[in-house]
């Protein structure tokens, strides 16, 4: 139960940090406006560094905050039972539904005051900059990929050194972040690298029950096969990488 509770409150906590960071960048009169590309990687990346955090904190030791690690995990063996798995992408992508509560009460006094849709659902969920499914889709399949293989780099280099553990284990969330920061530098143009179903379907589902005054639809096209079946496509490729490599 710790485990269940530690990923849902570490995921909340990923994309409230997250989606408000987008949020003070696109709302109108907010005093973020306008800050750019660099202000959402450097936030996003302290986001992700914070939820590891909470996730830990509340008793999640994997600290995933995302279905598509969890799979991976799940296929790799050693980390979780398909029993363990399933209510564990669940509880991740229920804290992606909180945290986008969050973010909608955070900047209550500012949706009215905006009135593009589109930048609006760009808070909670990703989309395209230019829309074409199925390179979107590749996108953040390599995207993800590339997540989950430099966490996993990571991991295995850190754990070199059975002396610096703890040192080890407090640097890893720093490290993640930064990795975190490069994919959104370099391989986000193209689709906002969401790289996690439970970071994308979560606050997008709190974008579409939420009152959110002009908020337009949620693209549900582009959330399930984009922002969903491409890290979990993503997740498979690496699973296949690391049994490759032997690790």
Same mark, same amino acid.
Do not use: C
């Given at each position: 139960?710790?485990?269940?509770?530690?990923?849902?409150?570490?995921?909340?906590?990923?994309?409230?940090?997250?989606?408000s960071?987008?949020?003070?960048?696109?709302?109108?009169?907010?005093?973020?406006?306008?800050?750019?590309?660099v202000?959402?990687?450097?936030?996003?990346?302290?986001?992700?560094?914070?939820g590891?955090?909470?996730?830990?904190?509340?008793?999640a030791?994997?600290?995933?905050?995302?279905?598509?690690?969890?799979?991976?995990?799940?296929?790799?063996?050693?980390?979780?039972?398909?029993?363990?798995?399933?209510?564990?992408?669940?509880?991740?992508?229920?804290?992606?539904?909180?945290?986008?509560?969050?973010?909608?009460?955070?900047? =209550?006094?500012?949706?009215? #005051?905006?009135d593009?849709? %589109? $930048?609006?659902?760009?808070?909670? !969920?990703?989309?395209? /900059?230019?829309?074409?499914?199925?390179?979107?889709?590749l996108?953040?399949?390599?995207?993800?990929?590339?997540l989950?293989?430099?966490?996993?780099?990571?991991?295995?280099?850190?754990?070199?050194?059975?002396?610096?553990?703890?040192?080890?284990?407090n640097?890893?969330?720093?490290?993640?972040?930064g990795?975190?920061?490069?994919?959104?530098?370099?391989?986000?143009?193209?689709?906002?690298?969401?790289?996690?179903?439970?970071?994308?379907?979560?606050?997008?589902?709190?974008?579409?029950?939420?009152?959110?005054?002009g908020?337009?639809?949620?693209?549900?096209?582009?959330? =399930?096969?984009?922002a969903? #079946?491409?890290?979990?496509? %993503? $997740?498979?490729?690496?699973?296949? !990488?690391?049994?490759? /490599?032997?690790?």
């Amino acid at each position: 139960m710790n485990n269940l509770l530690g990923e849902f409150l570490g995921t909340m906590t990923l994309v409230a940090f997250g989606d408000s960071v987008v949020a003070n960048l696109l709302l109108k009169d907010s005093k973020g406006n306008g800050a750019g590309w660099v202000h959402v990687n450097w936030g996003w990346s302290f986001a992700l560094m914070m939820g590891i955090y909470v996730a830990w904190a509340f008793g999640a030791g994997e600290a995933d905050l995302n279905p598509a690690v969890t799979l991976f995990k799940l296929l790799i063996g050693g980390h979780y039972t398909l029993a363990q798995a399933i209510p564990t992408m669940v509880a991740e992508v229920a804290g992606g539904i909180a945290g986008g509560v969050v973010v909608y009460f955070l900047y =209550l006094n500012h949706w009215e #005051a905006t009135d593009d849709p %589109g $930048a609006k659902l760009g808070i909670f !969920a990703t989309g395209p /900059a230019r829309r074409n499914l199925g390179a979107n889709f590749l996108t953040e399949v390599i995207a993800t990929f590339f997540l989950i293989m430099g966490i996993q780099a990571i991991v295995k280099q850190l754990g070199t050194d059975p002396a610096a553990n703890q040192v080890n284990l407090n640097l890893l969330p720093f490290m993640i972040g930064g990795l975190l920061y490069v994919l959104g530098a370099g391989m986000g143009g193209p689709t906002g690298y969401g790289m996690n179903p439970a970071r994308d379907m979560g606050p997008r589902i709190a974008h579409a029950i939420l009152p959110i005054p002009g908020k337009g639809g949620s693209d549900w096209q582009f959330g =399930l096969s984009v922002a969903t #079946a491409g890290p979990i496509v %993503g $997740a498979l490729a690496a699973v296949a !990488a690391y049994k490759a /490599a032997g690790w």
